[in-house]
C-alpha cells in the first residue's frame, strides 16, 4: 500500500432546473426580493470601448429554443483586462447573467468589445466573450466562447480556435454581424452544434 | 500568467450530459466531446462580490420577503463551508440557494404545481462565506414535488446551491438533499451521478450540534471546488 492522496473531491454538478431564475434571477421568475439583483449590467457605465449589442437564441437538438436557459458571460474589458486581473473602468465588471425571453427564447444583452487577451505562453487570444449555459436538462453547466466576426485576422492566431479542426465546426463560436450589432445562435446539439469546453 | 491553474475536472464524478433517465437530458447533451483547454486568464479570472452587492438579511429566508409573519414549514438552518480540492478555504465567495416552499411550490411564473404558494416565502437567498469559507442559511425545509418524467415522478426535498469560486472555470451549480429522505434512491436527476459516493456528497447530514433549541433543526453541507495547482515555478508571496 501507498499513501493515500488527501485531496478533496470536486461537489458533483446537478442540474439548474426549470426555475434557475428562483435563485439568479428572480425579476425573471416574476418577483421582487432584493435590492439590487445581480448581473444585469456587465460593462458599467464608465467602460471605454465600443458599445454592443449581442442576441441570438439557444436551441436543442429539435432545432426549438431552450426559452428555461440562463447564460452567464464574464469577459475582458476593451484593454483585454479581466477585472481582479488589473486595473479596470470604474464599475465595470465584466460579468452578467442573460435570460431569454420566455416566449421566444431570444435573448439579447449590451456590452463592449472586448480587447485582446493574453494567452498561454505569451500567445494573444482573439477578443471573446466566456459564456456558461445552465438550464434544465443540463447536468453540468456548459462552457463556450464567442468571437467577433470583424477579428479575423486575430480569430485566425488564436490558440483556442487553432485547436478546433474542422473549419465547419469553428464557425460555431463565431457570431456574425446584424442590424443591432452582433448575433449569436448557440446550439447544443444537432446540425452545427456549437463546440463546447472542457475548461 | 497571475493565477495558478485549475486541476483538470473529474468528468467521470460529475453526471455525464446524456442522462436518458432525465429525459430532458436528451436532446439537451451535446454528441461532440468537449474541447479540452489548458487554464489561461480568460478561465482563471472570475467574477468577485463583496458585502456593497448584498444585504445582511439576504440569508435569511424567514424574512427576506417576509409580508405579514414567518413562512409555514419546518424552521432549518442549512450552514457549511466552501472549501477547494486542497482543503483550503473559499473566502468571500458568492452562495446562491433557491428551493420550493414547505408544500413544494416555487415561486415561479412558470411553476403550476397545485401545492399553495407561501405569501411569506421568496425562496431565494444569497451571502458570501467568510474568512473561513463559512456560510449560514436560516430558511424553512422544502417539500418534496412532483414532476414530469415518468409519470409518478418527485423530486426529494432539495436545495438548489450556485457557487462561483475564484475562477470562472470553477463556477458550479448543484443541489443539496437532506438525511434520511426515502424519495433519494428514486430519483432520476440525483442518480444521472454514476458514483454513489458522489451522490453521498450531496447529501446534508443532520448536524444536531448546531441547533437552535426550541427554535430551529440544522443541516450541515460542505461544498468543494476545483482546486488549483501549485507550482515551484512562480514566486506566489501570498503562498502557494
Ligand atoms: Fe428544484
Redesign the interface.
Known sequence: MVQSL???????????????????A?GA???D????E?GHDIAGPNASGTRINISGTVT???G?P?K?VLI?V?Q?NAQGI????GAVEEGF???GRVVPD?ETGLFSFDTVKPGI????EGRP?AP?L?L?L??????????T?MYFPDEVEANAVD??LG??EQPV?RETLIATADDAGYRFDIR???DR??????? | MSKPELFQRDREWHPRALTPDYKTSVSRSPNYPLLSLQSSDSEITGPTFGHGDIDPIDNDLLRNYAKTGDPIGERIIVHGRVLDENDRPVRNTLVEVWHANAGGRYRHKKDTYLAPIDPNFGGCGRTLTDDEGYYIFRTVKPGAYPWRNWVNNWRPAHIHFSVFGTAFAQRLITQMYFEGDPLIPHCPILKAIPDARAIERLIAPLDLNATIPLDSIAYKFDIVLRGQCSTFFENRPEGN
Do not use: C
Open positions: 488527501d485531496y478533496l473531491k470536486e461537489t458533483p454538478s446537478q442540474t439548474a432546473g426549470p426555475y434557475v431564475h428562483i435563485g439568479l428572480p421568475a416574476g418577483f426580493i432584493y435590492r439590487q445581480l436543442d437538438g429539435f426549438a431552450v428555461d452567464e464574464w475582458a479581466y477585472a481582479g486581473d465588471r465584466g460579468w420566455f487577451v493574453m494567452g498561454r487570444m471573446h466566456n456558461w445552465i438550464a434544465r436538462g443540463i447536468n453540468i453547466g456548459l462552457n466562447r490558440p483556442v485547436l478546433i465546426r447544443l446539439q444537432g452544434e456549437t463546440v463546447f469546453l472542457d475548461v
